[in-house]
């Protein structure tokens, strides 16, 4: 019973954190795209607009819920659940600092890459729950766009197993040690592109976001939900965008690594900086990228979104596996 005790408190523990982050890093995206676009953004609600996005969260779960009359009522309940519950299940294995993990389990990589796929399916059932054409064609294009880019982002963590030799996320931070030039991200730096690339069409962020054009299909798989199950979807799109940003950190950036390590003077000056705010401040530099590619490109056409997936980012991967490949032959790498 202790036991059990321990491991719940841990896991209520990283799902608080989790949701704080998600309500603020929603919070920061109106913001930070305010200031892109010379507005205000959020003002009004708490000190400095802080509040905002509580105050949106309590107007969810007021809103009252409509279903499509012939909708499957049972799936239609059930797709934002499994997109919500993949979204946090990921974080069991995700390690904050060395030994700060839920599950440190060795094909650690091998579990987020499953969850995440399974997540899609929350999408799929949606659109199609729905009995809605807008809405169908939302899931088929989300369907479509997520097969490609988890291709492509499946291949580009395969030179970082390569690498560090094991599936264990702590194993592969771990094997980043030295400083900041040990550190995947310059061996492997195509590949880092590509990542960032299939990270932005995996969670459907603009200017990924075909699955809910509103231009073309109103919002797509989501255009017949309302309410709290609604912003399940969304609280899901916000926690995947956390959760690859740091997948991003641990695979290229040395996870909690302090950038200083094996530098005498910087690393004893930051001697005192707990590990953890490295890896938050890693993560905090992705989610940034992200809301700036938002706000400044357009959304890509269908078959542009999908060429650059097929076209570009699966052979660069490919490529670079066996580049990778010839080098640790060589004793290179």
């Excluded at 490609?148 to 094991?166: D, T």
């Excluded at 264990?168 to 590509?194: E, M, R, Y």
Aim: net charge neutral; glycine share 8%; proline share 4%.
């Amino acid at each position: 019973m202790q036991q059990l005790i321990y491991w719940l408190i841990h896991i209520a523990c990283i799902l608080g954190i989790v949701l704080v982050m998600v309500l603020y890093l929603i919070l920061a995206e109106r913001k930070i795209m305010g200031y892109m676009q010379a507005r205000i953004g959020p003002n009004r609600v708490g000190p400095l607009g802080l509040l905002q996005t509580v105050a949106d969260g309590i107007k969810f779960l007021h809103k009252e819920m409509i279903y499509p009359e012939r909708a499957d009522l049972f799936l239609f309940i059930l797709a934002p659940m499994i997109s919500l519950i993949c979204a946090f299940v990921v974080w069991s294995v995700v390690p904050f600092a060395d030994g700060w993990v839920l599950a440190d389990v060795d094909a650690g990589a091998l579990l987020v890459l499953a969850l995440t796929s399974l997540g899609s399916y929350g999408l799929l059932l949606g659109g199609w729950a729905s009995n809605s054409q807008y809405a169908f064609f939302g899931a088929i294009r989300s369907m479509a766009q997520v097969i490609s880019y988890e291709i492509a982002m499946g291949f580009s963590l395969v030179p970082v197993l390569m690498l560090s030799g094991s599936m264990n996320l702590s194993t592969i931070v771990v094997a980043q040690s030295g400083n900041l030039l040990t550190w995947n991200f310059l061996p492997l730096f195509p590949v880092f592109i590509v990542y960032l690339i299939a990270s932005v069409a995996e969670t459907n962020r603009a200017p990924f976001d075909i699955t809910e054009g509103e231009s073309e299909i109103v919002a797509g798989y989501q255009v017949e939900y309302s309410g709290f199950i609604f912003a399940m979807f969304f609280i899901a799109e916000y926690a995947n965008m956390i959760f690859v940003s740091t997948l991003a950190s641990l695979f290229f950036l040395g996870g909690w690594l302090s950038p200083f390590q094996g530098i005498p003077m910087l690393d004893t000056l930051f001697s005192w900086v707990p590990s953890i705010f490295w890896l938050l401040v890693k993560v905090i530099l992705f989610l940034y990228l992200f809301i700036w590619v938002r706000a400044t490109f357009p959304r890509y056409r269908y078959d542009k979104l999908m060429m650059i997936g097929w076209k570009i980012c699966i052979p660069v991967s490919l490529i670079w596996i066996f580049v990778v490949s010839l080098l640790m032959l060589g004793g290179v790498l």
